[in-house]
């Protein structure tokens, strides 16, 4: 079911009562996986049935059909890891301008609109799989659609409609080596245990870092306080020592990150998501193309532009037809927002607006 919080309200609305009441997502599952069109048409993917491809839970094989009705292990969580997921959140994001009238209450609406079933198709299958093809058809005809909807409920040109994602997608690893570009994988658990029996040698002490996690080390300061351990001296250790790892181009101090010699561009990406509280202490920079984990499948999380490089596209009110190649970021979204609508920006707001939508 679609659901939401107390914070917001006590019961939810009869619009999404009466939504949830459909069951559509047993109609979706009972459809099964099944390509869209003839496999020969699938050009832009590899062959199915590649030796780097995950599978779906309780699958023997990564290939078409899948066979939903086989799958459902856990009640309907299979749904998130097909293109159905998409379609499901196409109709709740209809049945919401119809059942809050959006768009035509005299005010300005905002509709925002998560779609992440090509997220988990991209982690199982990889980005080249004729899964993740699959779903974008689908998903292109299902956003043709959903425009065409805006069309006749809201009115051409009285919605401005942008698009976006959070991260972009690395090519599965067993990709790369098949098409001789250098890959590889580093896996937090076996780099876990490396680094704790490398600071057992040094220090005679265990349990001195918590977590190995999303290319970060995080100290254990208990023990280092306990023990009467400068945390520095252990972070210059590990820097030096990680270096020496495979697959890994750089490790970094995050407390002396701006002394560091790093180009500007890999600083500022460094200085966006760091946080005393919450970071790691000491960040790793993969080479291309290797990555934590994912053996089989894809992740996304590094600093390289496969990742970072994503796109962005206006349409409708207020958009002039034409392209900007400057260096935009998705922080940029909400001050373009703000100025098309002449308003204050919102106060958490670190990004600029996007000038060349507005010429």
Known sequence: NWITSSYYMNDLPKWVKNFNDKKLVDAYVKKNWNTLMEMSKYWESTEDNMWYEATLSNEDLPVFGHKLTDLKTSGTEIIKSTPFGNTLTFEFAKAAVVGDTLGNRGITDFLAVSFSSTDYIGHTFGPNSIEMEDAYIRMDKELSDFLTFLDEKVGKGNYLFFMTADHGAAHAVGFNKDNHIPAGNQFDKQLFSKVDSFLLLMYSRKNMIHAVINQQVVLNYETIHTSKIEPEDVASLLVEFLQEEKGIARAIDMKELNETTLP?????????????????????????????????????????????????????????????????????????IAALLKIQEPNGCVGKVVTGLLK
């Open 264 to 336: 500007e561009w890999y600083k500022t990406c460094l200085n966006n998501q760091y946080h005393p509280r919450r970071t790691g202490d000491v960040q790793m920079l993969f080479d291309p193309a290797w990555m934590s984990d994912f053996p089989k499948g894809t992740t996304h999380g590094s600093i390289h532009p496969y990742d970072t490089h994503i796109p962005l596209l206006w349409f409708g009110w207020g958009v002039k037809q034409g392209k900007d190649y400057s260096r935009t970021y998705m922080t940029d979204i909400a001050p373009t």
